[in-house]
């Protein structure tokens, strides 16, 4: 059974869910297809009543929306309510700035006048990741259907509790049915929805082999797509950085979400004066952490999302390590029932180990020692990926010119790689193109229609 909740902190198997029928999926398009036909008459006020109310509501079912996600892929219960709370606040801000986003702009051409509108395109399918199962929906979600979009989503198989009270949260809030459709459904069913005439864009966000088949897919039925896809974020720190700082965000930046973020800091590059100092403090940070059960609020080290998903790390670091790469710690499962991981660092990687160039998914570090600025920015720079990255230095100015420095898609300056509503959030390379979030996030999926008035005589 492909949709399935299992707790990964004790194996136990919580829910299996059905796929859907061909026939309910042709209904569930139908559906939709009739929705936007309605929904995209609608105004901005009216738009924004309901996505308002589903902020509201996100907040009032904070604790159970949060214990889903612990439940179903391990997340530590306070990062989960920070989730949720992260993901109404994005809602409430395309419900608040949609309109100003999507106002229409005047052009000055030369002569008479032009305007160029926003208008809504169709249903949209989006494919998400379990990592951030609301915060990942919601960016897709909140600014189409502020932007008179409607949207169908296929959640990742071990979400599938969280998918279904996400499709619960819109219709409670006042959301016309079809608006916000979850869809259990297979990979084959995924490409009959990308073809399907009714759908007009598709945006996914996971790892980058899954964004080159639903891309290709997209493209060849020549629709828009964004792709939100993996990274391996550089964070640099610079000889002049404040020590303790950069050794405290190395850990949060390392090991929010137990490591599987998108934007989690990968690969810490570090200025040789104060390499050997770093490591042993991040080493004694991480050595630390103590795994326990995270509904517990004293748990510092979660589960991985699933037994596959630690099985996979294991082998990488495995495969690392036999290909040169040097152990400074961790490297093994955690001796007791569930999907943990010890907190690991690998040093020594040479650019022909394959680790060089994957993503690691969870609490795994890359260390890198490296002689100057120009060396870090190299290294930074010598990846498939360009996603986030950060740089760590007293002198904020060179910050700012090491980052502009790197080939990615964000950089932070003294902090690692992070979200809000009003930041764009993308990347370059193999780690895709678009952006969600920000007055750029809803830009993605309108038709940017021109209107032009002239006088100008008709030829003779
Ligand atoms: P994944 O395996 O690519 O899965 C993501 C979604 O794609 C899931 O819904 C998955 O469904 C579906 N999928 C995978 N292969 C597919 C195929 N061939 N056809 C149709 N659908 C397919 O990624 P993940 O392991 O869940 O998430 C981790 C990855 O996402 C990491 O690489 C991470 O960096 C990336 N990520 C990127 C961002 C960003 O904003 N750039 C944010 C978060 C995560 P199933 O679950 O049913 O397989």
Redesign the pocket.
Known sequence: M?YQSVNPYSGSILETFEELTDEQLESALRTANTCFENWKHTTFVDRAAVVAKAAALMRERSDELARLVTLEMGKLIDEARGEVELSADIIDYYAQNAERFLAPEQLKPSSGGAQVESNPIGVLFG??????PYY?LVRFAAPNLMAGNVVMV?????VPQCAIAFEQLWLDAGAPTGAYTNLLIS?DQ?NQVIDDPRIKGVA????????K??AARAGQNLKKSTM????SDAFIVLEDADLDKAVKWAVWGKMNNTGQ??VAAKRFVVVEELADRFLDGFQAALMALEPGDPMDKATTLAPLSTEAALVKLLDQVDRAVAKGATLVMGGGRIDRPGAFMQPTILANIEPNNPAFRE?F?GPVALFFRVKNEDEAVALANDSEFG?GGSVFTEDVERGKRVASRVDTGMVFVNHPTWTTPDLP???IKN??YGR?LSSMGIQEFVNKKLIRVTSIDAPA
């Open positions: 492909a494919v998400e990741p379990w990592n951030f990942q296929k959640h990742a198989a071990c990979y995924v996914l966000t996971g790892s980058t082999d899954a964004g088949v639903v939100e896809l993996g990274g973020c998108c993503e998914f996603l959030f993308g990347g780690s895709g969600e």
